[in-house]
């Protein structure tokens, strides 16, 4: 069965700082995609990146890095010098690729809180 | 270019009632999925549209159901309403139906529930 486990609930850290979230996958698939998604206070999902099982190579978009390891199955996702905006829910989520479907198997979600 | 959008955003009902939510998606996206989110089981798959047809469905109740028009147009019905089914309802648009090659889907503000 998939799941996505991410095991810290809520993360608070001064303006600057640098913060990771962990996201820990369960598959028996072979070609599957993982996700980041920021919720904000407002309620949508705002996708940050994608990355499929084949791609290991680390990502770096601005103050965001995200580093993949199929060794332990894990997504990383990275902010450094955080900012008050970066304040918002982060969830890590998995999808089948052998199927054509937008089905998404979440996380619980980490809260991140930056505070100025 | 208009995002995904939902109504009602905030709905009060009664147990016993039964409810209708709406999306509309991204013009041009044909593939429409549902999500449920409450603080105790987090983000959970409801089912997913394309092309008017039920793609996928998730493990809830028959007394969830959906549909989808001929203009990608959906909607999702809870019947006979328990307090359990107070969330907020995230839908969400993808261009093909298949979130790993679009990289992308696209999700609506929610409709939050109360249920009485």
């Known amino acids: 069965a998939q799941k996505v486990t991410q095991a810290q609930t809520e993360i608070s850290v001064v303006e600057k700082e640098d913060v990771t979230l962990d996201c820990v996958y369960e598959?028996?698939?072979?070609?599957?995609?993982l996700f980041w998604y920021k919720q904000p206070p407002s309620g949508e999902l705002v996708f940050l990146i994608r990355?499929?099982?084949?791609?290991?190579q680390n990502e770096i978009s601005g103050r965001y890095s995200w580093n993949f390891q199929k060794s332990t199955s894990s997504f990383n996702f990275t902010i450094t010098a955080s900012q008050v905006v970066d304040s918002a829910v982060y969830f890590c989520?998995?999808?089948?690729?052998?199927?054509?479907?937008?089905?998404?198997?979440f996380g619980t979600g980490t809260r991140l809180q930056v505070f100025p | 270019k208009a995002g995904v959008t939902q109504t009602p955003r905030y709905l009060i009902k009664t147990r016993g009632q039964q409810v209708t939510l709406s999306c509309s998606p991204i013009?041009?996206?044909?593939?429409v999925s549902w999500y449920q989110q409450t603080p105790g089981q987090g983000l959970q798959f409801l089912f997913e549209?394309?092309?008017?047809?039920?793609?996928n469905k998730g493990n809830f109740p028959g007394r969830f159901s959906g549909r989808q028009f001929s203009n990608s147009r959906s909607e999702m019905n809870v019947s006979t309403l328990e307090l359990g089914d107070s969330a907020l309802y995230l839908c969400?648009?993808?261009?093909?139906?298949?979130?790993?090659?679009?990289?992308?889907?696209?999700f609506g503000e929610g409709s939050r529930l109360t249920v009485l």
């Open positions: 013009s041009g996206h044909r593939s």
């Open positions: 598959t028996r698939d072979t070609t599957y995609y």
């Open positions: 990355r499929n099982s084949f791609d290991e």
């Open positions: 969400a648009s993808s261009l093909a139906g298949v979130a790993g090659n679009t990289g992308e889907l696209f």
């Open positions: 549209y394309f092309s008017e047809t039920q793609r």
């Open positions: 989520a998995l999808s089948e690729a052998s199927y054509n479907t937008d089905k998404l198997i």
